[in-house]
C-alpha cells in the first residue's frame, strides 16, 4: 500500500513571498503520478498541479511549481508571490497508475497554510 | 467544474436510520469515487465505479453501499447510520474521455453528514 507523508500540519507565509510544502510518499510503484489539491474554506477541492513519474522535468502553472524528487520520493509544492486567496488546506496525494488499485488517490493530511497580509 | 453535484449538500440523521448521498454528473464520465474527509486522515475512498452496475470497493467501504444504475448518477448508501460516519463525503470523476489527461479526479463540492 502506499502512504503519503505531509510533515507539515500548518505554515504561514506573508503575502507576495514564496512559501515552499512538503510532500513524500512511500511506493514501490514505477508508473505513478503526483497531485496537489487545494482545499480553501468553501471545502471545495482544487486541482492546483499534477506531475507524472516518468517526466522528469517539474511540473509548473503560473505561480505553482513543484520539486520532484523521485529517488528521495519527495514532491514539494512551491507557491511564489503568494496571495491572500491561497489560504487553505493543501493536499497532496498519488495515485498508481496501472494494476490492481489503479487511479485511486491516496491523501496525505493536508498542510494549512495561512497568507498574512 | 466538471459539472458534479452532490445532494444533499446538509444533512443531519439520526443513529440507525438510512441515508442515501447523491452524486450527479453531466459529462458522462465513466468513473466516479466516493471520499470521505474526516479530521487528521484527509480524504479517504470508500467505493468507486467504472461504469454502469460496475463497482468495486475501497480503503474505508464498511457500513457503506453503492449503486451506479445510470452513467451520470452514483448513489452512497449508509444503510444505519452511526456517530462514526459523521464527515464530509466528496463525490470525484475521473476524466478518461480526454487522452491528455485521462487519470486526473475532479471533485463535488461536498455533502456535510452529522449522525446524532
Known amino acids: 500500500a502506499q502512504t503519503v507523508t505531509q510533515s507539515q500540519p500548518e505554515m504561514s507565509v506573508q503575502e507576495a513571498e514564496t512559501v515552499t510544502l512538503s510532500c513524500t510518499y512511500d511506493t514501490s510503484e514505477s508508473n505513478y503520478y503526483l497531485f496537489w489539491y487545494k482545499q480553501p474554506p468553501s471545502r471545495q477541492m482544487i486541482l492546483v498541479i499534477r506531475?507524472?513519474?516518468?517526466?522528469?522535468q517539474n511540473a509548473t502553472e503560473n505561480r505553482f511549481s513543484v520539486n520532484f524528487q523521485k529517488a528521495a520520493k519527495s514532491f514539494s509544492l512551491k507557491i511564489s508571490d503568494s496571495q491572500l486567496g491561497d489560504t487553505a488546506m493543501y493536499f497532496c496525494a498519488f495515485m498508481k497508475g496501472s494494476g490492481a488499485g489503479s487511479y485511486q488517490l491516496t491523501f496525505g493530511k493536508g498542510t494549512k497554510l495561512s497568507v498574512i497580509p | 467544474d466538471a459539472g458534479i453535484t452532490q445532494s444533499p449538500r446538509h444533512k443531519v440523521t439520526e443513529t440507525g436510520t438510512p441515508v442515501t448521498l447523491r452524486c450527479h454528473q453531466t459529462?458522462?464520465?465513466?468513473?466516479m469515487y466516493w471520499y470521505r474527509q474526516d479530521p487528521g486522515h484527509g480524504l479517504r475512498l470508500i467505493h468507486y465505479s467504472y461504469g454502469v452496475k460496475d463497482t468495486d470497493k475501497g480503503e474505508v467501504s464498511d457500513g457503506y453501499s453503492v449503486s451506479r444504475s445510470k452513467t451520470e448518477d452514483f448513489l452512497l448508501t449508509l444503510e444505519s447510520a452511526t456517530s462514526s460516519q459523521t464527515s464530509v463525503y466528496f463525490c470525484?470523476?475521473?476524466?478518461?474521455?480526454?487522452?491528455?489527461?485521462?487519470?486526473?479526479?475532479?471533485f463535488g463540492p461536498g455533502t456535510r453528514l452529522t449522525v446524532t
Open positions: 506531475q507524472e513519474a516518468y517526466k522528469q
Open positions: 470525484a470523476i475521473r476524466n478518461a474521455n480526454t487522452r491528455l489527461s485521462s487519470y486526473e479526479q475532479y
Open positions: 459529462e458522462n464520465h465513466r468513473y
